[in-house]
């Protein structure tokens, strides 16, 4: 028999998913032909410009050699650039092409639009409840796990 916090587990899991489904159902990666941790880096990338690759590693909690390799594709694909780090001549600046800073800006629309259906239903104060409750679960999270990799 499941207790209360594997039961809650489960049900969030479920509404998680249910979550992910709710459209629009035009996502930007989908309409870019980018994965979701491609988005992931230009997300990343939009509230850090001129960080490197290592940067983009650690924020995401994501190996170097799985960044570079999602950097080259995103060059590729025309979504960011490369420029010499004028402090390390070895290392290199990421910066986000107008194409890719187009497609952070409709992905932001989407994320928004996206919430804003999920939250439109609540009273100002459910949403202040949900999303105080959901901050004290992250912290909570964040501090077990910062506890865990000491």
Request: proline share 7%; net charge positive; charged share 20%.
């Amino acid at each position: 028999m499941m207790d209360n916090l594997e039961i809650s587990a489960e049900r969030f899991l479920l509404l998680m998913d249910r979550l992910r489904q709710l459209g629009p159902h035009n996502a930007p990666p989908r309409d870019a032909n980018i994965s979701p941790s491609q988005m992931a880096f230009i997300t990343f990338l939009s509230s850090n410009p001129g960080c490197g690759i290592q940067a983009i590693a650690a924020g995401l909690k994501l190996a170097k050699p799985t960044v570079s390799i999602g950097v080259n594709q995103l060059e590729d694909a025309g979504f960011l650039t490369r420029q010499p780090d004028p402090n390390d001549g070895r290392a290199v600046q990421l910066f986000l092409t107008p194409g890719g800073q187009k497609l952070q800006q409709h992905a932001h629309q989407f994320r928004s639009k996206k919430i804003g259906r999920l939250l439109t239903g609540l009273t100002p104060q459910e949403r202040t409840t949900l999303l105080a409750l959901l901050e004290k679960a992250l912290q909570t999270a964040e501090h077990e796990e910062q506890r865990e990799t000491k």
